[in-house]
Nanobody, 124 residues
Framework: QVQLVESGGGLVQAGGSLRLSCAAS????????MAWFRQTPGKERGFVAT????????SYTDSVKGRFTISRDNAKNTGYLQMNSLKPEDAGVYYC?????????????????WGQGTQVTVSS
């Protein structure tokens, strides 16, 4: 089973950028669909973006379209989330997740593998 470790979170001013990374180990990364979720205090993890196994298909929640880009490098067993034009409402703990199929509603329960999360703070 693949294990996931996120990195790249931090404090950034509104309008700034961050790139999150998700390093995979212990499994065949290219065999997994990857996604990013965000959690804020008192709320469940919400879907942000997903990318299929080969990187050809992506999907985003409406609030980040045009600002965030999900990508992956299967040779490096790493996925990424480039976040530009950050807003205070983008803040939260970002989790990398993986599953074996693409599509559907991208609910938290659809994903079986999770990282430990990385904190993103956006100051106004």
């Amino acid at each position: 089973q693949v294990q996931l470790v996120e990195s790249g979170g931090g404090l950034v001013q509104a309008g700034g950028s961050l790139r999150l990374s998700c390093a995979a180990s212990g499994g065949t990364f290219s065999g997994y669909v990857m996604a990013w979720f965000r959690q804020t205090p008192g709320k469940e993890r919400g879907f942000v973006a997903t990318i299929d196994r080969g990187g050809a298909s992506t999907s985003y929640t409406d609030s980040v379209k045009g600002r965030f880009t999900i990508s992956r490098d299967n040779a490096k067993n790493t996925g990424y989330l480039q976040m530009n034009s950050l807003k205070p409402e983008d803040a939260g703990v970002y989790y990398c997740a993986a599953r074996t199929y693409y599509g559907g509603r991208n609910l938290e329960t659809d994903y079986s593998r999770w990282g430990q999360g990385t904190q993103v703070t956006v100051s106004s």
